[in-house]
């Protein structure tokens, strides 16, 4: 339904933005962005912390700038909330939301009532000097570079509901994502040449499928060159968990110049759709959560 | 409670932006904003239609960078809302989002499910070769000058309430109210010397009030010189409407060198609060409602 709307959207704005994370505005040498958190949604009040709370909304929000390249710098956030709600909630949530990235300043935004909590943030990020990313600039030849280990998230939220609190790193993981600030810092300012770049947020096939749909292009992926921690690989169906698991904040990027510290993972194709280890996934099959049938 | 909360915020982001509507960010050349519209808080979805309701949200937005002096230029959009939404809802308020200015872009913004509506917009405008005002900056010996016809969108909205759908004029203050881009314009183009400006979405009242207390002056306001439309004029307690109705959008701004086309309606003094023809109210009777002792 999602996309049926966006497609409607487009059509009513015209709008030649509409479509990566960020809307880069040039004449401000600046890219936009903003992401909506709702409860029973996107989270569930009882299962997550007020301070996790404001991490996972900067994070989503500092993630999607990371994405274009850009530099994170000011943030407006709008929290709506029950008029029930403790102070020590909207303290909390405050304290996670700058705990994220210290660079970035929260400029302003609002408080509202409502009946359920919703927030709402909106990011700014400087492109000043560096090159910045587009979903569709993926080009034949190029490496896909990746940032981040992958499925340690996923793997956390699944020991969390089963009431676990170790390993700590994978916990750590689900409850404090860090962007990969640094890692876009290296492509945007090491790359002359056009790239694409975006987060895995939503999954690591998400991620690369959504690249090689709108490049027009085959992602040829060697799932052993993933860096994925040595605990996740404790409990079944990890695999799963690498490609489909959600909120690890990576990046991944095609490229034509990697440096040597970079993690090179496949190759950017003449086709469509994304080949791990030989097995192609196409845009459909992601869409549809076809991901049980990998293991 | 929400004074509360925002200075708990404020004391939490230790930021110096939050204050005014918009943060002025000196590096970009830019002011921001973010606003936002609850369901049951901030409309009823059965008293407004779709096409009102985007009018709405732009109209609250791009008055903020009105009050700010900048130039509106883009602005990001969340939409949340339930899945059963119809697509001619969606299509009709992205249709009187882009109604209200037709200079800003709609850049960006997401999509999603909720159990009510819920809109943020965030808004951006340009600053250069544009004075940008303060709530603190009135100055003693400065004039009032106002913008907008006041008491229109709140008479409108009463007639609305009793299912009349006249006067025309008045009926349309309320549904399609225009910010005032053009005053705005005109004060951040030929005013060189600080000023304060706000605009009166909450009500004038409202507006003179927070200029008063934000920047410790007296505001002396001779009602007679306040622009009302001939039509309010025809209800009981009209005066009330001017002073204390929402929505006009209308600006207030303390200046030093008011053109022969302004409105002029006071004059900055020593002192604290606004004196109305010789009455007075402070800050505190405005935040308490107090109006209704003025006729």
Redesign the interface.
Known sequence: ??K???K??KS??N?E??GDD??Y?KD???V?????L?E???FIKDKISPYSLGRKTAAVNISDICASGADP??M???L?AP?NTP?SF??KF??GL?SVYDKI????????????I?I?A?I?G?TQDRNISSRKNAQIGQKVVISGFHGSSATGLMLLKNSKTEPENLIKAHLEPKPQTDFSKKIATTQKTPYAMIDTSDGLMDGLSQIAEQSDVLLDIDFSKIPVEKEVKAFDNWEERVLFGGEDYGLIATIDNPTDDMNVIGEVKKGSGVLINGRLFSAKDVENNSYKHFT
Chains 1, 2 share one sequence.
């Not at 936009?32 to 909506?36: A, G, L």
């Not at 300043?105 to 359920?116: E, N, R, S, W």
């Open positions: 339904m999602e049926e709307f966006i409607l959207i009513t704005l709008s933005y509409i960020c809307a505005l401000l040498e600046i936009v962005s903003q992401d909506s709702v029973d949604v996107h710098a000011y407006t956030v709008s709506s008029s102070k909207i303290k405050y304290d700058i300043k929260i400029v302003g935004g609002d408080l509202t009532k409502a009946d359920k919703y709402s909106s700014i400087k």
